[in-house]
């Protein structure tokens, strides 16, 4: 078996105290104790003298949940000295990092090494533990979210033991951990899938509402990757397909790369978004302008570089995943919700799909699944927009993405996942004092 071995610096366990807000700012924690363990025994001593303390325990990554999922009175744990990778296995198709590894890092590693994720959300800021247990997605007509790429895991249990699992290994550990809300342990290592480095060429095109939403089926059907974004107070859409090629390489040139993803998608839209919060009135016209900003291309790249984009504009989100044939007539109502209303909305709707998978509480686990996205700029007002489009996904069997904004709760859910007390039952037993509960899993998963 060939193994390849890296690994990033550690530094000495140390505790601060200071206050914890996500990349939104809509989510604060002001915990007693703030600390960043430099190894995996220090992780461990830290979850004990917790328990010794009456004190809970909560991971944070990189803050780019919308949820209070990561918020605790008690002790917040940095998990940025626990990153790097463990071991490259060729052999076997996978790669082991430390939990706290951000995604950008390793896609970066892998390109080096010749070798690509098969799937990937749209951005690369998290951390690996936390995009696999709040259940980041990208699109996929077959490949489905970064956790179902997981072939294995590590994590620190509530009496501060170490419990490896994988389908062989604690099985039943393992299909609840891989999405697990933190709610079941704190992640300190994971195993993906990787294959060797392909190329993938987008193509990105302009098409109307009525055209995407009539032909969405065969669209899916046609490409590995398909996603589009519809601006609302339009019938504009722009859609992407991104399919595997054998070549050429033909990035997008650097001028018009920097015109279209920095200056219009990022530094334009900031400033039409500042606009669009304080004079709500002129988002329509703004909305009618941007839809037509954006013109078609087609580039071949590796894969990281065409899942992922730069967002340096902040919102704040609320997603929702329904069953894949319910998306039309779902996205159909969100799109008269809004023509009637009068809302103002400056930021596009994302639309996604991921095939159906074995996870227990997955968004798109037995069944497969398109994804709506809602966002506002931050700042923004969004109860209104928000709540008017949750009752139209739940009327449609919608499942809320664990790390975006929702109001559901256990009850909910308890008939939504048909494995959901499978998972609190897992709970139960690897958690029993709760000690790594706060507000939102009682909110998501009950006492």
């Not at 430099?38 to 010794?52: G, K």
């Not at 696999?132 to 790429?149: C, F, L």
């Not at 899916?220 to 974004?229: C, K, Q, R, V």
């Amino acid at each position: 078996m060939e193994t390849t071995r890296y690994r990033t610096p550690r530094s000495k366990a140390h505790e601060r105290r200071r206050v914890w807000q996500n990349w939104d700012g809509n989510v604060t924690a002001r915990p007693v104790r703030d600390i960043a363990p430099s190894s995996v025994e220090e992780l461990r001593a830290v979850v004990r003298q917790a328990a010794e303390d009456g004190l809970t325990v909560k991971p944070v990554g990189s803050g780019h949940s919308f949820t209070p999922a990561a918020v605790t009175d008690g002790v917040l744990v940095r998990l940025d000295h626990l990153a790097g990778i463990r071991a490259i296995d060729r052999a076997a198709g996978t790669v082991t990092v430390d939990a706290g590894t951000r995604l950008k890092t390793l896609n970066l590693a892998l390109a080096r090494e010749g070798l690509s994720l098969t799937n990937m959300g749209d951005i690369m800021e998290q951390t690996v533990s936390g995009a696999i247990s709040t259940g980041t997605h990208g699109t996929g007509r077959e490949s489905a979210s970064i956790a179902a790429q997981v072939r294995g895991l590590e994590l620190v249990t509530a009496d501060g033991s170490l419990l490896t699992c994988s389908e062989r290994q604690n099985p039943e550990v393992f299909a609840a951990a891989r999405i697990g809300l933190g709610a079941l342990g704190v992640v300190t290592a994971v195993t993906l899938a990787v294959e060797p480095l392909f190329l993938l060429t987008a193509r990105e095109e302009p098409m109307t509402f009525d055209q995407v939403t009539a032909t969405f089926d065969e669209l899916h059907a046609e490409n590995e990757h398909f996603e589009f974004y519809w601006f609302p107070h339009t019938d504009s859409c722009n859609t992407k397909r991104n399919n595997r090629s054998a070549g050429p390489l033909a990035p997008v040139g650097r001028l018009s790369g920097w015109f279209e993803d920095e200056f219009l998608s990022n530094g334009l839209f900031q400033v039409v978004s500042s606009l669009g919060r304080g004079v709500p009135a002129t988002i329509p016209a703004i909305a009618k302008i941007s839809s037509r900003a954006l013109s078609a291309r087609t580039y071949t790249e590796i894969p990281y570089k065409v899942f992922t984009s730069p967002r340096r504009v902040r919102f704040t989100e609320m997603e929702y995943a329904v069953p894949r044939a319910a998306l039309v007539d779902t996205l159909r109502e969100l799109k008269a919700m809004v023509d009637r209303s009068d809302l103002r909305i400056s930021f596009p709707v994302e639309v996604r799909t991921a095939p159906a998978d074995d996870i227990t509480l997955s968004t798109a686990s037995g069944r497969e699944s398109a994804y709506i996205a809602v966002h506002v700029y931050r700042g923004t007002p969004y109860h209104q927009y928000f709540s008017a489009a949750e009752r139209i996904f739940t009327a449609h069997d919608g499942r809320p993405h664990w790390g975006k904004l929702h109001t559901r709760g256990a009850d909910d859910f308890a008939k939504a996942y048909p494995r959901f007390a499978e998972f609190t039952a897992l709970r139960d037993r690897l958690d029993p004092d709760r000690r790594f509960g706060n507000a939102y899993l009682r909110q998501v998963l009950g006492d």
